[in-house]
């Protein structure tokens, strides 16, 4: 029995460990060269490591949600002969199923047509064949199953229908090469496919759900927050949104209340440079920064992401507008890049009609604010004995008290309040 040991290669970027987020094979199964073997997720990527040689896997390397260091054992292949030899061709697809492309797994494209791989391929460790595998960084939707056919679907998907006790190979994919969506698991739950009755499911906290519950929790032990609830009469903004809407070429161009927030935020700023700023925690020192890069708190599929529109105070509505639907989408899908991800200097949270009346938001460390929006609701206003009906929306933001007095985070929501209360302001 000739074994090969695949180590957990150096996925780039200055990356010292990864977390195992998927198992594709298990002990026993047969593979071919590049077959995927497995996924791990840093905070960068994720990244699918495939089979280096044909061969059958002896052992694995970790538990899923386990974090290994780069250089660690991953898989243990069998690459003897005799394993070799017992190694099943790939099934041919039956007549009038899914086109085979769709099903096969991933192959190396020829010489001429190879991309540029996303993460460097290390050198050997030694003389012998034990070389690292090349490694590919993927898009959520394309991670492979494991065993017989190929079937699509992210690990956010895969996850939930562990969870759910719902068997992918039954699920019929309505996505791109029959890729499996959440809306096809929603559609098998519709049919009464799910587990039994009082059935206890364990979910492991891994891959980005493990990164949420881990900064969280960091930001609760060390912010100590407050939160200041104002309330905001929209009624005027939502005139000038609708007057917008109206003049829209294209009805889903139109902005949303969001992009006369965020301008609003931007203005506000410049005259309380202080919230526009990160708490470093080793130094004990306050770091204000010029740029206003506004995080966009984004519920995706796969758990809370925060896409930044960069140079918010610069940017006209249209191109927050357009920004807005740019990161939101790509986040959700699966396709937002590390730079998308990264270096807000305040954050906007929303969860539209789902706002309620007040939210007590947690900061995103090492931030020391965030706005936080609720959802529009109508009022009757009494004035000079006349009623009016007006559109209010209340503003729940938190503070890092180390950073801002409460008397500061006041002043900052009110100016806020007043921009969004008088549109016309915001441009002046």
Same mark, same amino acid.
């Given at each position: 029995?000739?074994?090969?040991?695949?180590?957990l290669?150096?996925?780039?970027?200055?990356?010292a460990?990864a977390?195992?987020?998927?198992?594709?094979?298990?002990?026993?199964?047969?593979?071919?060269?590049?077959?995927?073997?497995g996924?791990?997720?840093?905070?960068?990527?994720?990244?699918?490591?495939p089979?280096?040689?044909?061969?059958?896997?002896?052992?694995?390397?970790?538990?899923?949600?386990s974090?290994?260091?780069?250089g660690?054992?991953?898989?243990?292949?069998?690459?003897?002969?005799?394993?070799?030899?017992?190694?099943?061709?790939?099934?041919?697809?039956p007549?009038?199923?899914?086109?085979?492309?769709a099903?096969?797994?991933?192959?190396?494209?020829?010489?001429?047509?190879?991309?540029?791989?996303?993460?460097?391929?290390?050198?050997?460790?030694?003389?012998?064949?034990?070389?690292?595998?090349?490694t590919?960084?993927?898009?959520?939707?394309?991670?492979?199953?494991?065993?017989?056919?190929?079937?699509?679907?992210?690990?956010?998907?895969?996850?939930? @229908?562990? *969870?759910?006790?719902?068997?992918?190979? !039954?699920?019929?994919?309505?996505? /791109?090469?029959?890729?499996? +969506?959440h =809306? #096809?698991l929603?559609?098998?739950?519709?049919?009464?496919?799910?587990?039994?009755?009082g059935?206890?499911?364990?979910?492991?906290?891994?891959?980005l759900?493990?990164?949420?519950?881990?900064?969280?929790?960091?930001?609760?032990?060390?912010?100590?927050?407050?939160?200041?609830v104002?309330?905001?009469?929209?009624?005027?903004?939502?005139?000038?949104?609708?007057?917008?809407?109206?003049?829209?070429?294209?009805?889903?161009?139109?902005?949303?209340?969001l992009?006369?927030?965020?301008?609003?935020?931007?203005? @506000?700023? *410049?005259?309380?440079?202080?919230?526009? !700023?990160?708490?470093?925690?080793? /130094?004990?020192?306050?770091? +204000?920064? =010029? #740029?206003?890069?506004?995080?966009?708190?984004t519920?995706?599929?796969?758990?809370?992401?925060?896409?930044?529109?960069?140079?918010?105070?610069?940017?006209?509505?249209?191109?927050?507008?357009?920004?807005?639907?740019?990161?939101?989408?790509?986040?959700?899908?699966?396709?937002?890049?590390?730079?998308d991800?990264?270096?807000?200097?305040?954050?906007?949270?929303?969860?539209?009609?789902?706002?309620?009346?007040?939210?007590?938001?947690?900061i995103?460390?090492?931030?020391?604010?965030?706005?936080?929006?609720?959802?529009?609701?109508?009022r009757?206003e009494f004035?000079?004995?006349?009623?009016?009906?007006?559109?209010?929306?209340?503003?729940?933001?938190?503070?890092?008290?180390?950073?801002?007095?409460?008397?500061?985070?006041?002043?900052?929501?009110?100016r806020?309040?007043?921009?969004?209360?008088?549109?016309?302001?915001?441009?002046?």
């Amino acid at each position: 029995m000739a074994h090969r040991i695949v180590k957990l290669p150096d996925v780039g970027e200055g990356v010292a460990e990864a977390e195992v987020v998927e198992w594709a094979v298990a002990p026993g199964d047969a593979v071919r060269e590049d077959q995927m073997l497995g996924a791990v997720m840093t905070d960068k990527a994720t990244v699918e490591i495939p089979s280096p040689a044909d061969g059958r896997v002896v052992s694995l390397g970790a538990e899923l949600g386990s974090t290994l260091a780069v250089g660690a054992d991953f898989v243990v292949l069998d690459v003897g002969a005799a394993a070799v030899q017992e190694s099943p061709a790939q099934p041919a697809p039956p007549e009038k199923a899914t086109p085979p492309e769709a099903v096969r797994p991933a192959v190396k494209a020829p010489a001429e047509q190879q991309p540029q791989a996303s993460v460097s391929t290390p050198p050997a460790i030694d003389g012998s064949a034990q070389q690292l595998p090349k490694t590919r960084v993927v898009e959520p939707q394309t991670a492979d199953a494991a065993n017989g056919a190929r079937v699509l679907a992210a690990p956010a998907v895969r996850q939930r @229908a562990r *969870a759910l006790g719902i068997e992918l190979g !039954a699920v019929v994919g309505t996505g /791109a090469d029959g890729q499996i +969506q959440h =809306a #096809d698991l929603d559609a098998m739950l519709a049919t009464g496919v799910r587990a039994d009755s009082g059935e206890v499911v364990d979910v492991p906290l891994v891959g980005l759900r493990r990164q949420i519950a881990a900064r969280m929790q960091k930001a609760k032990q060390t912010i100590p927050h407050f939160t200041y609830v104002e309330e905001v009469d929209v009624t005027e903004l939502s005139r000038l949104r609708e007057h917008l809407k109206s003049q829209a070429g294209d009805a889903g161009s139109a902005p949303t209340l969001l992009p006369f927030i965020i301008k609003a935020m931007a203005v @506000a700023l *410049a005259d309380f440079p202080q919230m526009n !700023a990160r708490f470093d925690d080793e /130094a004990g020192m306050i770091r +204000q920064f =010029a #740029d206003i890069h506004i995080g966009l708190a984004t519920q995706t599929p796969a758990g809370l992401m925060v896409p930044v529109i960069r140079n918010a105070g610069t940017c006209s509505i249209d191109v927050l507008s357009a920004r807005i639907r740019e990161l939101a989408n790509a986040a959700r899908d699966g396709k937002a890049s590390r730079d998308d991800l990264v270096g807000s200097t305040i954050t906007l949270s929303s969860l539209g009609a789902l706002g309620g009346i007040v939210s007590t938001p947690v900061i995103n460390h090492p931030e020391v604010a965030i706005i936080g929006v609720n959802k529009i609701v109508e009022r009757p206003e009494f004035s000079n004995a006349m009623v009016s009906v007006r559109k209010i929306m209340n503003l729940s933001s938190s503070f890092d008290h180390r950073a801002v007095d409460g008397y500061e985070a006041a002043q900052f929501v009110q100016r806020i309040k007043t921009l969004l209360e008088y549109p016309a302001t915001i441009f002046m």
